[in-house]
């Protein structure tokens, strides 16, 4: 039995092909039931190598880790011993590339601009915040990458059915496609998750968000 607090089970792990090529982004959940079902293993980056782990021995290093590094993971907490929250798991018989193409989707385009305005430059949470056709609909603009912006109530207000320079109203950067996932790029600022990096740098990589 597992007692936790429901934010971890939630939290991310990066699950690998059994080439190590990144293929999504998974729960902790999730990929504990593929741990106990065989299906994939654990890998933890150490002294520069990847080593890899099934439960078993991934519970021998984790009575190690609470015992000497212990503010330096999530945990869960069983009832006869703590397990360290596993960041990569690999799946052992899984060979498939990942996809090359990054969705369009609302979530991607917030995470893209990093919820701000592309507009006055502010942040916002993302209740306060719409997508703004930089060419407004009624003109051609299409609903694209380079079209599409994070915008908050006020400038998108001021901006109506007009382009930007005709409301006074100048882009903070030039909306582009992403290279990957970036919702993926902003995760990589944690040091939680620091141990994707090395995964994740090669530009044809995109990691599919939690399935």
Same mark, same amino acid.
């Given at each position: 039995?597992?007692? *936790?607090?429901?934010?971890?089970? #939630?939290?991310?792990? +990066? *699950?690998?092909n @059994?080439?190590?090529?990144? $293929?999504?982004? #998974? /729960? $902790?959940?999730r990929?504990?039931?593929?741990?106990? @079902?065989? +299906?994939?293993?654990?890998?933890?980056?150490?002294?520069?190598?990847?080593?890899?782990?099934?439960?078993?021995s991934?519970?021998?290093?984790s009575?190690?880790?609470a015992?000497y590094e212990?503010?330096?993971?999530?945990?869960?907490?069983? *009832?006869?011993?703590? +397990?360290?929250?596993?960041?990569?798991?690999?799946?052992?018989?899984?060979?498939?590339l990942? &996809? #090359?193409?990054?969705?369009? #989707?609302?979530?991607?385009?917030?995470a893209?601009?990093?919820?701000?305005c592309? =507009?006055?430059?502010r942040?916002?949470?993302?209740?306060? +915040?719409?997508?703004?056709?930089?060419?407004?609909?009624?003109?051609?603009?299409?609903a694209?990458?380079?079209?599409?912006?994070?915008?908050? $109530?006020?400038?998108?207000v001021?901006?109506?059915?007009?382009?930007? &320079?005709?409301?006074?109203?100048?882009l903070?950067? &030039?909306?582009?496609?992403? @290279?990957?996932?970036?919702? $993926? /790029?902003l995760?990589?600022?944690?040091?939680?998750?620091?141990?994707?990096?090395q995964?994740?740098?090669?530009? =044809?990589?995109? *990691?599919?968000?939690?399935d």
């Open positions: 039995m597992i007692a *936790v607090e429901p934010s971890v089970l #939630t939290s991310n792990v +990066l *699950v690998l @059994k080439y190590y090529a990144a $293929v999504r982004i #998974t /729960t $902790v959940r990929a504990m039931c593929m741990l106990f @079902k065989n +299906l994939a293993e654990i890998i933890s980056i150490e002294n520069n190598q990847y080593a890899s782990y099934d439960f078993a991934w519970r021998e290093v009575e190690f880790r015992r212990r503010e330096h993971h999530e945990w869960l907490r069983c *009832v006869r011993f703590d +397990l360290a929250v596993p960041r990569i798991v690999r799946l052992l018989d899984y060979d498939r990942p &996809q #090359t193409a990054v969705k369009f #989707t609302r979530r991607n385009i917030y893209r601009d990093r919820n701000r592309q =507009y006055c430059g942040r916002y949470p993302t209740s306060e +915040l719409s997508l703004d056709h930089v060419v407004p609909r009624s003109r051609g603009g299409e694209a990458w380079n079209n599409i912006v994070c915008c908050c $109530v006020a400038c998108n001021r901006k109506g059915g007009r382009l930007p &320079q005709e409301a006074c109203l100048r903070v950067a &030039q909306p582009v496609k992403p @290279k990957r996932s970036p919702a $993926v /790029t995760q990589l600022n944690s040091r939680r998750y620091a141990s994707w990096k995964f994740l740098d090669a530009a =044809y990589w995109n *990691v599919e968000l939690k």
